[in-house]
């Protein structure tokens, strides 16, 4: 396991379709697992990018990239107390970055998600779930997704191109490989039983030595610096190091939140530590972000 205690990390995987969200939720009073769920809906570039995908694909990745790896900075405290079962791995999303994004856009991306990635923690097992190309268009017409509606077959073809290539020469943890164009978990109890025991077995032969503790606060740089890379021009570095001071603004805002989560925030005796410290992380991260951008945060005198 990649970590100290008992608990495992599953992330299921596949092509959009394939029921990775379905069997993540059927798998969980069996593992009696927290689930992480990606958060489609929360995306607002999401139905204009299946409408004109040249468009709105830089969008709609960086949201994505943003908000999974802003889920991914909980689960070494989540996997203190539980299980965990994901329905997508981060590593997935390179691969839809890659599909969906060309040139400087996609060399800024690029360096953003190696600076992102290595805070991440890996799974001990993804679960991959392959299926052709017409039981995954079938299944995306079954559940009928308003924004899935204009998705072209050659795109999902090319994602399960792009699985194909990620998983076969994946070594960020085991793949268990399970065909589903055959099997259906959702309907058939003992399909699901299959699977879960597949899972179990997979578990059980993982033997990995524990990784050591992340001590994600001081991995934390406010002053936050893209990885060495081919160069950009000057006006497209200037903006990706303000989309790095924004990242570390966006991590010290939700330390703000676990800090008031806690019961009472704010007692007899004043404010936590916890919540001071996080203020002042975040209000150094706004300086940064405002310094970078030439923007002043104080009012115009009259």
């Known amino acids: 396991m990649n970590n100290a205690q008992k608990n495992p990390y599953i992330a299921i995987e596949g092509v959009i379709g394939v029921g990775k969200t379905s069997l993540g939720r059927l798998l969980q009073p069996h593992f009696s697992a927290h689930q992480v769920l990606e958060a489609f809906d929360e995306n607002p570039f ?153 899972i179990q077995a997979a578990l059980d032969g993982v033997r990995q030595p524990p990784l050591p503790d992340l001590d994600l606060t001081a991995a934390r740089h406010l002053a936050w610096q893209l990885p060495d890379a081919a160069p950009l021009k000057p006006s497209s570095e200037a903006n990706w190091q303000a989309l790095g001071d924004f990242i570390a603004l966006v991590e010290a805002v939700g330390e703000i939140g676990s800090a008031l989560a806690q019961q009472p925030p704010i007692g007899p005796e004043g404010a936590p530590n916890t919540l001071h410290t996080a203020l002042t992380a975040a209000q150094a991260a706004l300086a940064l972000l405002a310094t970078r951008t030439n923007i002043s945060l104080h009012p115009p005198t009259e």
Not at 89 to 98: H, V
Not at 191 to 198: F, I, K
């Open 46 to 198: 999401l139905s204009d990018f299946y409408g004109d995908r040249a468009r709105y694909a830089f969008q709609t990745q960086i949201f994505f990239l943003l908000s999974r790896y802003r889920q991914q900075q909980r689960i070494p405290q989540l996997l203190e107390s539980t299980p965990i079962i994901a329905d997508y791995c981060f590593a997935k999303d390179r691969l839809f970055a890659q599909l969906n994004l060309t040139g400087d856009e996609l060399t800024m991306y690029e360096r953003v998600y190696e600076a992102l990635a290595e805070k991440t923690v890996p799974p001990d097992l993804i679960i991959y779930l392959r299926a052709s190309t017409d039981t995954l268009m079938g299944r995306i017409a079954l559940r009928d997704r308003s924004y899935e509606r204009q998705m072209e077959r050659g795109y999902i073809e090319a994602l399960r191109r792009g699985y194909e290539q990620l998983f076969a020469a994946y070594d960020g943890a085991p793949v268990l490989v399970i065909e589903t164009d055959e099997i259906d978990f959702v309907r058939h109890p003992h399909d699901l039983d299959d699977v879960a025991r597949r």
